[in-house]
């Protein structure tokens, strides 16, 4: 339903886009910095460059600065601490938005007043992937050796409180089964450790092991979310597999605070101009990303919603991290 809504806006953001990108081209064009907290090669470098091709046309230049580390944490401050002149944001999953704030005890950035919402840019969806040490062909195998040997399956993710960390959790509880769980500083190095058997599974978004599945290297059993993927449409759902599971979650795009509006409006018609680019959504498609591209009222809305409905499982899990 709110997928809907995002949809139905799409009107009324290019109007906004119509409005905002000539006004800009009447003024030099600023160069713009794209901060991405995870290393190259991960889902959200891979994200934050497919955007920097689409909105070079919009800026003098558009680069993609990597500053990996503590799930994203580095990234925030850095944009943080940033000029409000709308050259410099942040591209990340939803996590440090609408987990961290539940997770940690304490945390250097307010998720809500340190930062101002640009757009949200695209949904996703998370997989269940068994490496060459498993030995595994889907979830009920899975399950079985977990059973058998409690504590001694792992299962790695980009880092410490990040959404596919408590994925694994909340997999973990709704399956009965304990799985001990390995941060790595990246889905990119997460990927190295299932390759060489150090792990045996991993939780990860589906675009990060996508290629290694269908090259026959490791095996994605499941995806999360309410249907299929398109990337990897053999594989079934949780739900399909016994499970009573789902969870999807997003990419956005958020400056510091203090951007003007007509500044924070003329990014955000930027970004949804270049998403919705027939030639980038195919791309971001293909990735097993579905577009939104949506205007700042609704990134916060989103937010907002998030922050409550994550809330509760949370504090199920009784996970609290310093």
């Known amino acids: 339903m709110q997928r809907r809504k995002f949809t139905a806006s799409a009107l009324a953001l290019a109007a906004t886009a119509a409005v905002a990108l000539p006004a800009l081209a009447q003024t030099p064009a600023p160069p713009l910095k794209i901060v991405v907290g995870f290393p190259p090669g991960g889902s959200a470098d891979l994200l934050a460059r497919l955007l920097a091709e689409g909105l070079k046309n919009d800026f003098s230049s558009v680069i993609v600065e990597n500053k990996p580390g503590a799930g994203g944490r580095i990234a925030l401050g850095h944009v943080k ?3 409000a002149d709308g050259q410099t944001v942040v591209l990340l999953p939803s996590g440090p938005m ?21 757009s949200l840019l695209a949904h996703f969806q998370f997989s269940v992937v068994a490496g060459p040490s498993a030995g595994v062909k889907n979830v009920a195998e899975m399950l079985a050796k977990a059973k058998a040997a409690p504590g001694k399956s792992t299962y790695g993710t980009p880092g410490q409180g990040t959404l596919p960390h408590f994925m694994g959790v909340m997999f973990g509880q709704k399956a009965g089964a304990e799985l001990t769980h390995v941060p790595f500083q990246g889905g990119g190095p997460a990927n190295t450790a299932l390759l060489g058997g150090h792990i045996d599974y991993k939780f990860d978004v589906v675009t990060e092991t996508a290629e290694l599945h269908r090259a026959g290297k490791v095996r994605i059993i499941a995806v999360t979310g309410a249907q299929r993927d398109p990337q990897v449409p053999e594989v079934p759902t949780l739900k399909e597999q016994g499970v009573d599971m789902e969870a999807t979650a997003w990419f956005a795009m958020y400056g510091p605070a203090g951007l003007k509006p007509e500044v924070r409006d003329m990014l955000s018609a930027a970004v949804a101009k270049a998403v919705r680019t027939p030639a980038l959504k195919t791309r971001l498609l293909e990735q097993g990303y579905e577009p939104v591209g949506s205007t700042p009222a609704e ?3 989103a937010q907002k919603t998030d922050l409550q409905r994550w809330a509760g499982p949370i504090k199920a899990t009784g996970i609290q991290l310093d």
């Open 81 to 83: 601490r940033a000029p």
């Open 98 to 118: 609408v987990l961290f704030p539940h997770v940690y005890k304490k945390l250097d950035y307010d998720a809500v007043t340190d930062f101002t919402p640009i």
């Open 299 to 301: 990134l916060a809305a």
